[in-house]
C-alpha cells in the first residue's frame, strides 16, 4: 500500500516570474497556472543558479550549483557522482519518469539512468513537442497502476519559442501583422535604464539586434504581446495535466510543484532573453501545490532551484544525498539570508538578499549593487557613487562564502574559474 | 494593415464553428481550388490530405506525419474527419494518433461525436501500453459527454472538438511550390488556442493572406506575405506542412530534392 505522496514537477522553459495572471499581469492569461497559484506556496523570491537552460537544469536535477555539476553551459553533463532526480527517486522506491526537455549535455534523449522516458522533446515547434509531452503524460497517469508513488518530471519547451522570436523578427518589416495598439503590452518602466552596467552585459546587449538599438517601441511591445501567447500555449498543456489529475482522482495524493528553469528579460532594461543578473532574467516562477491546501500562501525569502531536490526529498520522506547545496523550502521556515547565482560559465556571480543585490565579474572591475526593495527594476548601481562600499563589501563576504565550500568539478576549464 | 481589434486577455473566451475554410486550405494557389464557403457540392466525396513536415531538412525523420480524410458518403447524412498523425522524433519515440470526428452536414458542420486513440511506441519500437490512450465522445446541449477507461465525463463544450485533439499541424496560409502546396504551420488546435475564420478579405491574388487566429486568448488578424521567391515571408514557429497534390509526378523525390538543394527555409 503506497502511503506516500506521487509528485508531478511542471518545469517550462524562459517564463518570466511574473508572466502569471495570478500574479496580477493584465496581458496574459494563465488559467492553469493559476490553480496552482490560487491554491499553492507562491515563493516571490526564487531565483535560478545560472539563467540558462543547461546550467540551471543541471540544478534542479541535483540540488547543486552549476559549478558543482559541471554544467557551466549548455552542452555539458552532470559531472559523475552526483545524482540526479531520477537515480534518486528511483532508488528510494518511486517510479521515476521524464517527460520533454532534458538538455543536460543533449538537448533531449530517450535514454536517461534513473528514468522512464516517456516523450522527448519533439523536433519541431515547441507548441507540438509541448502537446506531445502532454498527451504522453496524460496517458501514463490515466494509465496508472502501481503500488509505488511517482515523481513524474513534465518538462515543457514553451515560452522558450520567443527566441525563434528575437532571432527571425530582426528588422521591423519583418513584423508582417499587426495587433492593435491597446492590446500590446506597455513597456515595462526600466525600458530605459542602464544602471552603469559592465562591460560583460554590453557586449551581450550589442550581440542581439533587439537590444543593439534596431527594435523600436513599437516592435518591443508586439515581441512582449507574443511572449505573452507563447506562456498562454503552455498555460493550455498544465491545464490539461490538471485536469487529468482531477479526473484520476490523484490530485488527493500528488504534490505538483510548478516552476521555471530561468526568466526572461521581457524588454527591461532594453532587452529580451536571458542570460543577465536582472531581476527578470534570473528570477523564476515557483509554487507548490499540496493536496487539501484551499488557499495560498507567500514566501518572500529569497530561494534557489537548488532546493528543489531536497524539498521534493521531504515530500517523499526520503533522506537527500550526502552532498547537497540546496535546502529544504517546503515549510517556509527556513533560515537563510540570501541565494548564489552564477552566470556568464562562472566568471560572474551574484548574492541577493530580499533587500540587495550584489554582482561581481572575474573579468570586469565594475561590479553592481541594486536595493531590490527600494529599487526594484534595478534602475540605479549604488556603486556607481562614492557609497555603499561597506556594504557591497559585506555582501561580497558572503558571496565568497557560500561558495568557498562547493567544489569545483574539474572539468570546468580554468578560464572559467572564479578567481577572487 | 491595421487588425482588427479583438477581445483581450480576460474577456470572454471565443469560440468558432467549424467550417471547410477553417480547417484547410488546400491545392494550389488559384483561389477557385481552395474551399469555398461550403463542402463540395456533392452527395458523395473523400478529400485526402497527406502532411510533411519540414525541419532542419528532415533529417530527423519527422515526416509523413499523417493525413487528413474528409468523407461524406451519399449513404449517409454525415461528414466524417479522420486524421492520422504521427510524430517520430528523433529518438525513435513515435506518437501516433488517429481520430474520427463525426459532423452534421449543415452549414457549420456541427460535430456530433468523435473517437481518438494515442499511441506511443518506444525507440524498440513497442508500443507502450501505459502509454495508450483511448477517448470517445458525444457533445450534447452545449456538452462534451467523453469516455476514458471506462469512466464518464462531463463537461463543458467550448470548441469545436477536432481543435481538441488532433489536428494541431495544419494549415495557416498555403502557397503553391511546384507541385506541393506549402503551408506556414503554426497554431495548435487544442483549448484556448484556436484557429478563427478566413475572413472574406483574403486576396490571394496579392500575395496575401489574412487570417483572424486566435493566438493564446489573444484574438487578432494577421497578414501573411509571400515573397517574390514564392515563399511565406514570416514564420513564427519554425516548421511547416507539404500537402502535396495527389496527381503531381515525383512528389516525394521532389520535395526532398527541394529541401536538399533549397536547403533549411526556417532556421531556429
Request: proline residues 5%.
Amino acid at each position: 500500500m503506497n502511503t506516500k505522496p506521487n509528485i508531478l514537477v511542471i518545469c517550462t522553459d524562459q517564463q518570466h516570474h511574473g508572466a502569471i495572471s495570478a500574479m496580477g499581469n493584465p496581458y496574459v492569461k494563465t488559467p492553469g497556472l493559476d490553480r496552482i497559484y490560487s491554491k499553492g506556496t507562491v515563493y516571490t523570491n526564487a531565483y535560478s543558479t545560472n539563467p540558462v537552460c543547461g546550467p540551471a537544469r543541471s540544478s534542479i536535477m541535483t540540488g547543486r550549483m552549476p559549478c558543482e555539476t559541471g554544467v557551466y553551459n549548455n552542452g555539458f553533463n552532470i559531472r559523475h557522482g552526483i545524482p540526479h532526480l531520477g537515480q534518486w527517486f528511483t532508488g528510494h522506491g518511486y517510479n521515476s519518469v521524464l517527460a520533454g526537455k532534458w538538455h543536460l549535455r543533449a538537448n533531449s534523449t530517450s535514454v536517461i539512468d534513473g528514468f522512464d522516458v516517456i516523450m522527448t522533446k519533439v523536433n519541431i515547434q515547441a507548441n507540438v513537442s509541448d502537446t506531445c509531452l502532454t498527451s504522453s503524460v496524460e496517458a501514463y497517469l490515466r494509465n496508472y497502476d502501481d503500488e509505488k508513488p511517482f515523481l513524474m518530471m513534465a518538462m515543457y519547451i514553451q515560452p522558450h519559442d520567443i527566441c525563434g522570436f528575437v532571432n527571425y523578427f530582426r528588422d521591423e518589416e519583418d513584423m508582417l501583422y499587426d495587433v492593435p495598439e491597446d492590446e500590446l503590452p506597455e513597456l515595462p518602466p526600466n525600458f530605459h535604464a542602464e544602471p552603469d552596467e559592465p562591460e560583460r552585459f554590453k557586449k551581450f546587449k550589442s550581440r542581439i539586434p533587439s537590444s543593439a538599438g534596431n527594435w523600436s517601441e513599437a516592435k518591443w511591445r508586439r515581441y512582449l504581446w507574443n511572449y505573452y501567447r507563447y506562456v498562454e500555449g503552455v498555460d493550455c498543456e498544465i491545464n490539461r495535466l490538471l485536469d487529468v489529475l482531477d479526473d484520476t482522482g490523484l490530485a488527493d495524493n500528488t504534490i505538483v510543484v510548478f516552476m521555471s528553469d530561468h526568466g526572461e528579460n521581457t524588454a527591461n532594461h532594453r532587452t529580451a532573453l536571458k542570460t543577465t543578473f536582472y531581476n527578470e532574467s534570473c528570477r523564476v516562477p515557483l509554487a507548490i501545490k499540496k493536496p487539501g491546501i484551499v488557499s495560498s500562501e507567500t514566501i518572500t525569502a529569497p530561494v534557489s532551484l537548488t532546493d528543489i531536490f531536497p524539498t521534493l526529498c521531504s515530500f517523499a520522506d526520503i533522506e537527500t544525498p550526502s552532498e547537497m547545496t540546496g535546502i529544504n523550502i517546503s515549510e517556509g521556515n527556513f533560515d537563510r539570508k540570501g541565494v548564489i547565482i552564477e552566470n556568464y560559465n562562472g566568471s560572474g556571480r551574484a548574492y541577493v538578499t530580499e533587500k540587495y543585490k550584489y554582482i561581481a565579474f572575474n573579468d570586469d572591475d565594475k561590479h553592481q549593487l541594486f536595493d531590490l526593495e527600494k529599487d526594484p527594476f534595478e534602475t540605479e548601481n549604488l556603486l556607481s557613487g562614492n557609497g555603499f562600499k561597506e556594504i557591497a563589501e559585506e555582501l561580497h563576504e558572503k558571496m565568497i562564502a557560500a561558495f568557498d565550500p562547493l567544489e569545483t568539478a574539474e572539468c570546468i576549464p580554468k578560464e572559467y574559474r572564479w578567481t577572487d | 494593415m491595421r487588425g482588427h481589434a479583438g477581445p483581450r486577455p480576460g474577456d470572454e473566451p471565443i469560440t468558432t464553428r467549424l467550417t471547410p475554410k477553417i480547417i484547410l486550405m488546400a491545392k494550389g494557389i488559384e483561389k477557385e481550388n481552395f474551399f469555398s464557403d461550403e463542402f463540395p457540392d456533392k452527395d458523395s466525396y473523400r478529400l485526402i490530405y497527406r502532411m510533411w513536415g519540414n525541419h532542419q531538412r528532415m533529417e530527423f525523420q519527422n515526416k509523413n506525419m499523417g493525413y487528413l480524410e474528409i468523407v461524406k458518403e451519399t449513404s449517409k447524412s454525415k461528414i466524417e474527419f479522420k486524421v492520422r498523425k504521427v510524430i517520430v522524433n528523433f529518438h525513435n519515440l513515435t506518437q501516433t494518433i488517429t481520430a474520427t470526428l463525426l459532423c452534421e452536414n449543415d452549414d457549420i458542420i456541427t460535430p456530433l461525436s468523435y473517437d481518438y486513440s494515442s499511441r506511443i511506441t518506444d525507440n524498440a519500437l513497442c508500443t507502450r501500453p501505459d502509454l495508450s490512450l483511448d477517448r470517445s465522445g458525444c457533445i450534447e446541449d452545449g456538452y462534451v459527454i467523453e469516455k476514458i477507461k471506462g469512466k464518464e465525463y462531463k463537461r463543458q463544450y467550448e470548441s469545436p472538438l477536432v481543435f481538441d485533439f488532433t489536428v494541431y499541424d495544419l494549415v495557416v496560409s498555403g502557397k503553391e511550390y511546384g507541385p506541393f502546396t506549402y503551408y506556414e504551420n503554426l497554431y495548435s488546435f487544442k483549448p484556448g488556442n484556436r484557429l478563427m475564420n478566413l475572413t472574406s478579405e483574403s486576396t490571394l491574388g496579392n500575395h496575401k493572406f489574412k487570417m483572424m487566429v486566435q493566438y493564446g486568448t489573444g484574438l487578432t488578424e494577421r497578414i501573411f506575405h509571400i515573397s517574390s521567391a514564392g515563399l511565406p515571408v514570416m514564420m513564427v514557429q519554425n516548421s511547416a506542412v507539404y500537402i502535396l497534390d495527389e496527381d503531381a509526378p515525383n512528389a516525394i523525390g521532389k520535395l526532398q530534392e527541394e529541401l536538399n538543394t533549397g536547403g533549411v527555409h526556417y532556421e531556429y
